[in-house]
């Protein structure tokens, strides 16, 4: 009899140990699952906040472009990487190198502006010009909440236990944005006019 | 009308001639005011406020000359601010009386508005107290002392007086017991002389916001001749009906005290500071916020409560925020109240955000994590880690509607004379001093003025 209710105590410890692990389980795949879906959701938020910057582009240029006669360049530049963007069939990567060059060359733009008073003076131009800083804010924001989303999807695949669930589910890590090198450095407007 | 009114028959009237104001019953209101005006002396506290309704109530009815015979009335006042306000007011009854701009610079308005304002140093305050307001604090502190002997000197009567009523009635009648006869006294003595005190410590308070608490302001929002936002910021060491509604509206709209938009069923608010830094509309006040339960009228008619309680008693502050948001965001200090997130689950979703410093001090709760991140730029975090030290006490702050409201709870009435310390000290003028800058400065510290466009 006794017997028995060792077998039975034993049973239902193991029971109850094979409970927790089921539900330890669930919640680091729940868990996984909500950090991988975070990551691709904060992705959308920056390609949302990138096209909106490309709609403003065009207008921006056509405003601009009759008055910045010596800056042909540089418009023509902006073009033709948005041209690229928007033609879709590029890699993620290149997507991203494309999107932090136009950010580049937005900037010289609206720094290139100061230098024509007539430009700057003109209210839709600053209306544009403001768009653009708010949406290079927002980008800016967005790409934060990505790399938050990132890191915690990164450091949820590299932890224990969520890594055994992580390899069992052949999650990969994600990459950060990271700045280019040269963004890093101040803009050099006297450069820029040469 | 008689020129004996009491107190709360002024406000009464005043109450009764702002509500006609409100209403678009500007007859009424004109003549409420006009016979208010002709009934109170100009130093009374309303006085302001009701010459300032008046002009409103004149304007409204499209009685311009009027408004503007009172408005010029006012632009010529010894009192700073009231003038000032004068002279803004005219300007908006006609165009005639706007200000010549300033040609000595070339930069155009809106930059020059915008120009940073040097914060005071607390050797300037110094000087300025030694220039300015030596005068007022030796008035100020012979009234302290004279409160001080009245209240000591009536405290002694009282204690005296019941001693020697029972040696007078134990000479004529005799009685044996005397502990029944200095019981009543006690249950006489004690409320009048707490009542008498009241009294006592109210009129050594009058006049010390207009003549001190109200330079200090205008010392600290003196940005130099040559800067146009100079003569923006006003005082009132009280405001009323329009502009209260006003701070229960943004207190309950805030968030930051409860969930609930249910607006507060008491709030007072003393020391208002309000105008524009730059291009920033700022305003902060102290301010009491209660919940009161069971109310009731006591026997004597006044308003009685079965529970009060404190919702918030410190400074809050409103300003437009520069950027367009329409998320809430929520930024917290991080104490162990602020970290269960049982409890704060209505402020959103928690932010974890870069800056460690900023998280050490802080808990962040938004219901977009874009938009929180857009308004928590970098630039601010550090600004509000570097506010937070300056500070040296919990800052709450929301960001909703596209306002930026600030919360700093205080334990202790602020801008208020000391009793029991001179006057002729500097520590307490350094403290109204700090706690005013602290609140005028958070344009400059959060910078505020920032337009991200330009």
């Known amino acids: ?194 | 009308m008689d020129r004996s009114l009491s107190v709360s028959e002024i406000d009464r009237l005043y109450i009764q001639g702002d509500r006609n104001l409100h209403q678009g019953k500007f007859e009424p209101a004109i003549a409420t005011f006009e016979a208010l005006l002709a009934s109170i002396d100009p130093d009374e506290r309303l006085y302001f406020d009701v010459q300032r309704s008046l002009i409103k109530a004149y304007q409204q009815n499209e009685e311009l000359e009027k408004a503007i015979a009172l408005c010029q009335l006012i632009a010529e006042s010894e009192v700073a601010s009231t003038a000032l306000w004068g002279r803004n007011f005219l300007a908006v009854l006609s165009p005639k009386f706007l200000a010549p701009i300033e040609t000595e610079t070339e930069a155009p308005a809106s930059e020059q508005l915008a120009k940073p304002t040097k914060p005071k140093t607390l050797a300037e305050f110094k000087q300025f107290c030694q220039n300015n307001l030596l005068v007022e604090l030796k008035a100020l502190e012979n009234k302290r002392k004279y409160t001080l002997k009245t209240l000591f000197g009536s405290a002694i009567i009282c204690l005296i007086l019941p001693r020697f009523l029972v040696w007078v009635l134990s000479y004529w009648i005799g009685i044996n017991n005397p502990l029944p006869f200095y019981l009543l006294c006690a249950i006489v003595l004690i409320p009048a002389w707490i009542v008498f005190c009241k009294g006592a410590i109210y009129s050594y308070r009058v006049g010390f916001k207009r003549n001190i608490i109200e330079n200090i302001v205008d010392f600290i929002g003196d940005c130099g001749a040559s800067h146009r936002h100079r003569d923006w910021l006003h005082y009132a060491a009280h405001l009323f009906i329009e502009n209260k509604r006003q701070t229960i509206e943004a207190l309950t709209r805030s968030q930051i005290i409860r969930s609930e938009l249910r607006e507060p069923d008491y709030l007072a608010q003393e020391d208002c500071v309000y105008g524009k830094i730059g291009n920033t509309e700022i305003f902060f006040a102290e301010v009491f916020a209660e919940n009161r339960r069971g109310g009731h009228l006591d026997e004597f008619g006044r308003e009685k409560y079965l529970r009060k309680s404190m919702l918030f008693h410190g400074l809050f502050f409103e300003a437009k925020f520069v950027k367009n948001f329409v998320s809430r965001t929520f930024v917290m200090p991080n104490d162990v109240k602020n970290n269960i997130p049982l409890i704060n689950n209505w402020r959103g979703d928690i932010v974890n955000l870069e800056d460690p410093e900023f998280e050490r001090l802080f808990r962040v709760y938004g219901d977009n994590q874009i938009e929180s991140r857009y308004l928590l730029s970098t630039n601010l975090m550090s600004r509000l880690t570097e506010f937070e030290r300056k500070a040296g006490r919990k800052v709450y702050l929301s960001f909703i509607d596209g306002f930026l409201y600030i919360a700093i709870p205080y334990r202790h009435r602020l801008f208020e004379p000391r009793l029991f310390k001179s006057m002729m000290s500097f520590t307490p003028l350094k403290e109204y001093f700090l706690d005013l800058q602290l609140m005028i400065g958070i344009v400059e510290d959060l910078n505020l003025n920032r337009r991200i466009w330009m």
């Open chain 1, 1 to 194: 009899m006794s017997f028995i209710y060792t077998l039975l105590s034993v049973a239902i410890v193991f029971l109850l140990i094979g409970c927790a692990i089921f539900i330890l389980g669930v919640k680091i795949y729940n868990g996984l699952v909500y950090k991988k879906n975070q990551v691709s959701k904060s992705f959308s938020s920056v390609d949302v906040l990138l096209k909106k910057r490309w709609d403003l582009i065009p207008n921006l240029v056509s405003v601009v472009k009759k008055h910045m006669e010596f800056e042909q360049q540089t418009l023509a530049e902006i073009t033709r990487l948005r041209s690229q963007v928007m033609s879709g069939n590029i890699s993620e990567d290149r997507r991203l190198t494309l999107e932090n060059q136009i950010s580049r060359t937005m900037g010289n733009v609206v720094a290139l502006v100061e230098n024509y008073p007539e430009l700057k003076s003109d209210r839709h131009v600053s209306q544009l010009i403001a768009s653009l800083n708010e949406t290079e804010e927002q980008i800016s924001a967005a790409r934060r909440f990505y790399n938050t989303s990132v890191t915690d999807y990164n450091n949820a695949l590299e932890m224990f236990p969520s890594n055994i669930v992580a390899g069992y589910l052949r999650y990969q890590q994600k990459e950060l944005f990271v700045t280019p090198a040269e963004e890093k450095n101040n803009v050099n407007v006297g450069e820029l006019l040469n």
